[in-house]
């Protein structure tokens, strides 16, 4: 049985999805959003890390995501239950499997020991998808991936067949309180014994008792009027061990699929209840605080309506500055204009967005449409490394050149204020040889430079293509300043300025100078 809450049809992607995450992870401030998300628990931080930046490839895919994240946001409560259920049913099958590994590498610990911490785990998981079955299907779940969920448990473990299961697990859970097994045997051919069977079952509390054991049917066909032997020899009594925990350990080889589909089964649903658990509340702290989360949509033209920088919505409790653009067929963006004047966040709430997006989560705008990629890179301008030996351009350089030996057709890039450590002229050099070749080969990209030089360059040829075919394919916008020198955080299109606006830092920190 399985899950498939994360895919309509399988458990998981087995992909290493984005490359180069960690520069991912620190350039977007994704750690602050995940930790937020996990609500401190170190293992949905893990699962957090590891589904966000493995991106979905259709957009299918990512509305099963998003339905099941709206649905449990609805029944938030329910479905906290359930997680915790689970977690403790995964606890279960974890150690299951880490005393198993270990006695497969060698360890000493006994046949008798192995068999009854498997006849154990047999019995906490059966009696535990007991309960669970009709509390999860109390939850009322609307989703396709919940319903589907319900449909397979019902279809393949429903309860009746758990009740005949736990019933037969009665008829060897004797043997955990110190009963005994009454086994006769013929001798066979060449004076060898065989013809093993099952006579009787004790427990301590009951005392003995006659049963049939009907798990193995051919036990049950060779049964011999045999005289039970008493046995006080040393030897005879280990021997006598030794073929007891051997027929229970066969009569547990019996439920050995069943066991493994239980494993799997708990195992797999935590995992994937954890992630779920997490974006539905994340989803539903922000409905609380009136912030905007919607379905994104996939789309040939990037778009977005009241987007903004969620680690900022998160440390203020309340929406920063938002924005919005309308484009169509744009992949080159260059955003110039003032310092400070929130082109950084802007930039960083673009590549949160689409993180966001491709995982199957809701984003943080009113509306958001892009395309999906497959490799998303990021390149943002770093504090020199103090114990660096190369100067901070070189490492620049390879840091580029890393991205580039990972760039695929399906990528999109985010770089803000790259080769800022060279001159005017050899950053422009650089920076167009680059971004001209992605912009031929059709690589969107989102940029925010100081370069000029490069900025007129790139506008000229813009502006050639336009008077060829009366269409480009870039766009250039400006961070919004008021003629007194204030920021309005907007970005929008706009023709490229000269000047970064270095003046106002100036005039802020030495009025008196100008």
């Known amino acids: 049985m399985h899950a498939w809450l994360l895919f309509k049809d399988k458990d998981t992607d087995t992909g290493n999805g984005y490359p180069l995450k960690e520069d991912l992870i620190k350039d977007l401030n994704l750690d602050i959003v995940f930790k937020t998300m996990a609500d401190n628990d170190e293992t949905t931080l893990q699962i957090l890390r590891t589904l966000f930046l493995r991106p979905l490839k259709t957009a299918e895919e990512i509305a099963y ?60 998981l059966t009696e535990a998808l007991q309960s669970f079955y009709p509390f999860f299907k109390a939850g009322n779940y609307e989703s396709a991936g919940m319903k589907a969920l319900l449909a397979r448990m019902e279809d393949e473990l429903p309860p009746e067949r758990l009740s005949a299961i736990r019933e037969s697990l009665r008829s060897i859970e004797f043997w955990l309180d110190g009963g005994k097994l009454v086994i006769s045997a013929a001798f066979t051919e060449g004076m060898k014994l065989g013809k093993f069977t099952i006579n009787q079952v004790s427990n301590l509390s009951s005392g003995l008792k006659t049963k049939q054991l009907s798990l193995k049917e051919k036990i049950s066909k060779h049964l011999l009027k045999l005289n039970v032997a008493v046995l006080n020899e040393e030897t005879l009594l280990k021997q006598e061990k030794m073929l007891e925990e051997s027929a229970v350990g066969w009569l547990l080889s019996g439920f050995d699929d069943y066991l493994e589909d239980l494993l799997s089964f708990f195992t797999q649903f935590s995992y994937e209840a954890s992630f779920y658990l997490a974006c539905a509340g994340f989803v539903k702290r922000f409905q609380e605080l009136d912030l905007s989360l919607c379905r994104p949509v996939v789309s040939e033209s990037f778009s977005c309506t009241q987007l903004y920088e969620i680690s900022l919505a998160i440390y203020f409790r309340h929406c920063p500055v938002t924005n919005s653009l309308e484009t169509e067929n744009k992949r080159l963006f260059i955003v110039t204009g003032a310092n400070q004047g929130g082109k950084s966040t802007w930039l960083r709430s673009i590549g949160i967005a689409q993180i966001f997006m491709q995982c199957g989560m809701l984003v943080p705008a009113d509306s958001y449409a892009n395309g999906l990629y497959s490799n998303l890179f990021t390149y943002f301008t770093r504090q020199e490394d103090s114990a660096m030996n190369s100067g901070r351009f070189d490492d620049e350089l390879k840091r580029m050149d890393k991205i580039m030996s990972e760039m695929t057709k399906d990528s999109m890039l985010l770089m803000n204020e790259a080769f800022a450590s060279t001159t005017e002229k050899e950053g422009s050099l650089v920076m167009r040889n680059i971004v001209e070749a992605l912009y031929q080969l059709h690589i969107p990209v989102f940029m925010v430079t100081h370069l000029f030089e490069f900025t007129r360059q790139m506008l000229h040829i813009s502006e050639q293509e336009q008077a060829s075919s009366h269409k480009t394919h870039m766009l250039f916008l400006s961070a919004g300043r008021t003629k007194d020198g204030n920021r309005t955080f907007k970005i929008s299109p706009d023709t490229p300025s000269p000047t970064s606006y270095g003046l106002d830092l100036f005039r802020q920190f030495f009025p008196e100078s100008l």
Do not use: P, V, W
């Open 65 to 124: 995501r998003q339905e099941i994240i709206l649905d449990i946001a609805g029944h938030l409560e329910h479905f906290t239950d359930i997680h915790h259920f689970l977690r403790d049913a995964a606890g279960t099958a974890k150690e299951y499997r880490t005393s198993n590994n270990h006695r497969q590498n060698g360890s000493k610990t006994g046949l008798a020991s192995y068999y009854m911490d498997k006849l154990k785990c047999l019995i906490t």
